[in-house]
């Protein structure tokens, strides 16, 4: 049975102590600081560092400034859909009570998951998957777009009018910035690349969902059934209903 559960939480002052006995927990720094106790030593969990606390360890923990924190309980054996690292290296890393500090690109996904998991709470194993790729697979502090923050805001918000201002502040770069990066490493502009995004979660939606079409283009952004239509088709070669029948036929 699964334990996943990825949330913010609130620390109050008064200090106490506790153990996980099946999963781990990974507290990330949002605002505010965290004190920790475990393994007789101490340890203060702000928004540039997480706190990785493995099953059965005792930890002690108080806030002295209402701190929160994105919290991620997870068993390390746990399957997550788009991670490919070995079952080993997670389990490495969930199985050694340790803090650990958080590059820009890592706070940046943090703090981007933390602004959807409450109104989102599907994107949970998602936003977990993509926690600990990133913890992992460390990327490197000279990148110049934090591709899995940005995937997550965009997915959190496709039904809305996405500016690439927004855009380029999950980034922290300028607008003329971002669209230069998007060209260099993505091979398309910001709008281009949510588009493709909006059209891809309609695809997945018509094949797997039974919800009206008119819908699912509303839901991916489309608020006009015809302009969904004619940029679906366009993109995928075939209109909304014709992608539903096929996968009716084919089983999908």
Known sequence: MSSLRLN????????????????????????????????????????????????????????RDNGRCLVLDIAPQQSLEGLTLGRDQQQRLLERTALR?????????VQSLAAVVSSQPGLSAAGASLLLASLLHQPAYNARLPRA???????????????VSELARVAHCSPSRLRHWFAVEFGCSPTDYVRQRRLRLAYQLLEHSREPIALIGE?????????????????????????????????D
């Open 101 to 109: 500090a958080l590059n820009p690109q890592q706070s940046s996904l």
């Open 149 to 163: 923050a940005l995937d997550a805001y965009i997915d959190a918000h496709l039904a809305e009018g996405l500016a």
């Open 8 to 63: 913010i939480h609130h620390y109050a002052s008064a200090a106490a102590t506790h153990a996980h006995a099946d999963h781990s927990q990974l507290v990330f720094g949002l605002h505010g600081s965290l004190d920790l106790e475990f393994a007789g030593r101490g340890a203060c969990v702000d928004s540039g560092a997480v706190a990785i606390i493995a099953p059965g360890d005792a930890h002690t923990f108080l806030s």
């Open 219 to 251: 839901r991916c952004g489309y608020l006009n059934p015809s302009a969904f239509a004619q940029a679906f088709k366009q993109h995928w070669g075939l209109s909304p209903r014709a992608a539903r029948q096929r996968a009716a036929i084919t089983g």
